[in-house]
């Protein structure tokens, strides 16, 4: 027992030399701004004494607060539920073909990740334009689309942004999954092959079920970076010269009340909003699959 005891204790130390170094970081970029937001938005900009909820309910009556909270739950919804068929999906078909060809392909879907948030949404504004775009007669015989603005009507933005969004991050999240799906004991494929199990009821019963934890942690932080989406329609506002909202997103929304009307308590509001919403959706995702369930 003493043995054992010593053995957890120092892998707790191992684990701990990759998590100190951050730890500064985390709290000078991570936790110090969060409480000064929390500080900022409890507060008046006027008397700097407490206010209680006013600058939430200030936000909250904002006529641009309800279009931009609607606008980026319908493209978090859209991206989280495609991000995870097709990620899951694909790392699956790959894992069942584990050969050369199989990693040359999670190259590939990687790549686009190394593209920075502001590259790839220029990448996207290119092919979106049927004038210039490689893609010009899928555009103009298969969606209709003769110019770039109907590209980007205000109805398309969501999936606009969505498929940017999917193109850029999904490749990451593949890799990830296939090193979980290698963490499988590869005696109990072997086992589900002698029972008779094809390569679909192996990855639909045992491997599915086997990362069901990592797909959880995969949607966790997909939803707290969909809710704060400002890169893409930043850009695109910026590119159309003001065709899109430049509150479209609520971290657009903050953003304006920060640097144009100098309203930092209320963007601070905006922002422990997003925070709130996210952890609730972090919770609901612990709660319904056993994330930091321990099983015995």
Do not use: C
Request: glycine content about 10%; hydrophobic content about 55%.
């Amino acid at each position: 027992a003493a043995q054992a005891t010593l053995r957890r204790g120092l892998r707790g130390a191992r684990g701990s030399l990759f998590i100190v170094p951050y730890l500064p970081f985390l709290i000078v970029f991570g936790i110090g701004p969060m409480i000064y937001a929390l500080d900022l938005a409890f507060t008046s900009a006027t008397t700097g004494g407490w206010t209680g909820f006013g600058n939430f309910v200030r936000t909250f009556d904002d006529y641009r607060f309800g279009p931009a909270l609607k606008d980026i739950l319908q493209y978090t919804s859209i991206w989280l539920g495609t991000l995870i068929v097709l990620v899951v999906g694909l790392v699956l078909l790959l894992h069942a073909r584990a050969n050369r060809v199989s990693s040359t392909f999670r190259f590939l879907f990687y790549m686009p990740g190394a593209l920075a948030g502001a590259a790839s949404v220029l990448v996207w504004l290119f092919m979106l334009d049927p004038a210039v775009s490689p893609f010009s007669f899928v555009l103009r015989h298969v969606f209709g689309v003769t110019l770039f603005v109907q590209s980007i009507a205000p109805g398309h933005l969501p999936i606009v942004f969505a498929m940017i969004a999917f193109w850029t991050g999904a490749g990451g999240w593949i890799v990830i999954m296939y090193g979980a799906l290698n963490t499988i004991p590869h005696e109990l494929e072997e086992a589900a092959r002698i029972d008779g199990a094809g390569p679909f009821t192996i990855a639909l019963r045992l491997k599915l079920p086997l990362i069901r934890k990592w797909i959880a942690y995969m949607a966790i932080l997909s939803f707290a970076t969909g809710t704060q989406l400002f890169v893409e329609p930043q850009l695109v506002n910026e590119a159309s010269l003001g065709m899109v909202s430049p509150t479209w997103s609520s971290n657009q929304l903050a953003y304006q009340l920060a640097f144009r009307y100098s309203d930092f308590n209320g963007a601070a509001a905006v922002a422990v909003d997003l925070l709130v919403v996210g952890l609730l959706a972090a919770v609901l995702i612990v709660t319904r699959t056993g994330l930091f369930r321990r099983e015995d």
